[in-house]
């Protein structure tokens, strides 16, 4: 039944293993890929990657973690990329293609629910679509981490919109030592 959560045995879900979550979804989809200790981990390669994902965002009871929609993730995943990069919106319009919003009416008033004729496309188009929502309420707050080995990113929600990094724990805390390590050697 198109749809229906994945059949997976009981019990834990793998823990997320990602320094970066609770993004919105098009960003999350982008940081399923990271650097960590110089080697570039990708979440949508392990078996379990995909269910880990779609339960971190609260997608694992509509759709499931199966071969064809970890295609079509990867598949979003690529054209986001690309989009945020700059280097084409083509493949981001192929993505959109595979579902629509259509208008409801409900108990509590006008809604709207997003349609997909193949189930296995919709977290990658919901992550497609969300992109767009974040051009149209913030097209500069989408951010790169400015770490140089970093791969993540973030939507800034900082007051003065000056955030510059995934994280200050990590990544901001990396460039302030490394800064003070070259004052200290200088010295």
């Known amino acids: 039944m198109p749809g229906a959560p994945a059949s997976r045995p009981r019990g834990p879900r793998p823990p997320d293993p990602r320094p970066l979550t609770g993004e919105p979804l098009a960003l999350d989809l982008l940081n399923t890929r990271w650097t960590q200790d110089g080697a570039v981990r990708d979440l949508l390669e392990d078996a379990d990657g995909p269910a880990v994902w779609l339960a971190a965002n609260g997608l694992d009871e509509r759709f499931r973690a199966d071969a064809q929609t970890l295609r079509r993730l990867l598949v979003a995943r690529e054209a986001i ?10 493949r981001l319009d192929d993505v959109l293609e595979h579902g629509r919003i259509r ?13 997909f004729a193949d189930e296995t496309w919709g977290p990658a188009w919901l992550a497609a679509r ?3 929502d974040l051009l149209t309420r913030a097209p500069d707050r989408i951010r790169g981490c400015a770490h140089e080995a970093c791969t993540l990113h973030f939507l800034d929600t900082s007051r003065n919109g000056a955030r510059r990094w995934c994280s200050m724990a990590t990544c901001g805390n990396r460039v302030k030592a490394s800064r003070h390590h070259a004052r200290s050697k200088e010295a």
């Open 130 to 132: 969300d992109y767009l």
């Open 103 to 115: 208008p409801t009416l409900t108990a509590e008033g006008p809604g709207e629910r997003a349609e």
């Open 81 to 90: 990329e690309a989009a945020v990069q700059g280097t084409g919106t083509e």
